[in-house]
């Protein structure tokens, strides 16, 4: 079993930038990754990475969001910058087929 810890969401205005972070409680040898969900819409797919450090990212984010994890931390992050009001959505972290318990991101125009 897994336990994730998210941190860092909140309110920015659009064209900022958040840093959200989520830690395991043990070692995590596949893939992290993070979704978000909008209101009233289906989880969707933000970015993942391997533990070698490959990464791959959603559309709508690319050139703007950056995935990073810390191995030996067992953390990984997501860097949002150029953020948009679109952006707006509650973000998880998923491992090794847990859910994180979500943060909030909210941008305002």
């Known amino acids: 079993q897994v336990q994730l810890v998210e941190s860092g969401g909140g309110l920015v205005q659009a064209g900022g930038s958040l840093r959200l972070s989520c830690a395991a409680s043990?070692?995590?040898?596949?893939?992290m990754g993070w979704y978000r969900q909008h209101p009233g819409k289906q989880r969707e797919l933000v970015a993942t990475?391997?533990?070698?450090?490959?990464?791959n990212y959603a559309d709508p984010v690319k050139g703007r969001f950056t995935i990073s994890r810390d191995n030996a931390k067992n953390t990984v992050h997501l860097q949002m910058n150029s953020l948009k009001p679109e952006d707006t959505a509650v973000y998880y972290c998923?491992?090794?087929?847990?859910w994180g318990q979500g943060t909030q991101v909210t941008v305002s125009s």
């Open positions: 998923y491992v090794a087929t847990y």
């Open positions: 043990r070692d995590i040898l596949g893939i």
């Open positions: 990475i391997t533990r070698g450090g490959g990464t």
